[in-house]
């Protein structure tokens, strides 16, 4: 099957004014815990009229994609970057039209983060909990999912041939226009 016949899901900010399209199968879904997701989704939702990020455990709902099958195909002249550091080469990305959280770009890497809840239609399900040694206090996970206090085997090979599949190119996401920055 070529990349034309291949499934497209479509990631929307809440008001609909950007959208960004993934080709094909996902790297892997997972709920993210660590401190860094947890600091960042709590910001997002203090943003006027943002919708939520963090799930009420605490958790942040990802699809991770190929940085090579995700466009902008809408509204990039709102997207805004945010770093929790200044030099940071993580970068979280939000629509400041409605302010929803969009995507994590880790810019060292060859994978966009995209933030579940914004796929209006046909996200896959969650494959695992990585991350939960850094949960809130207080917080008992399911056993419907692995949960893994950090990162399991399994994300790290899927990353690895999803790399491999890629000749070993990192591409950037510049998504058109410049993202603009703000700390």
């Given at each position: 099957?070529n990349?034309?016949q291949?499934?497209?899901l479509?990631e ?5 004014k950007?959208k960004?399209e ?6 892997l ?9 947890q600091?960042?989704?709590?910001r ?9 990020v963090?799930n009420p ?14 466009q902008?195909?809408a ?8 770093r929790?550091?200044p ?15 969009m995507?994590?770009?880790?810019t060292?890497?060859?994978w966009l983060?995209?933030?579940?809840n914004?796929?209006p ?7 695992m909990?990585v ?9 008992a ?7 893994y206090?950090?990162h ?32």
């Open positions: 099957m990349q034309q291949q499934k497209h479509s929307i900010c809440r008001c609909g950007v960004l993934a080709v094909g199968r996902p790297i879904t997972a709920s993210c815990y660590c401190a860094s997701c600091e960042a989704g709590s997002f939702e203090q943003l006027p009229s943002a919708p939520p963090l455990d605490g958790g942040t709902d990802y699809v991770l994609y190929r940085k090579d099958r995700v902008c195909v509204g990039q002249e709102y997207l805004e970057e945010h929790l550091k030099d940071s080469p993580t970068r979280r990305v939000i629509a400041t039209c409605c302010n929803s959280g995507f994590l770009d880790f060292k890497g060859h983060t995209m933030y579940r914004r796929f239609a046909g996200a896959p399900p969650l494959e909990r991350m939960t040694q850094d949960r809130r206090d207080g917080v996970l399911a056993d419907d999912l692995p949960n206090d950090g399991s085997g399994k994300f790290i090979l899927r990353l690895i041939a999803a790399w491999i599949a890629m000749a070993l190119r990192r591409p950037e996401i510049t998504l058109g226009k410049t993202i603009r920055k703000s700390h």
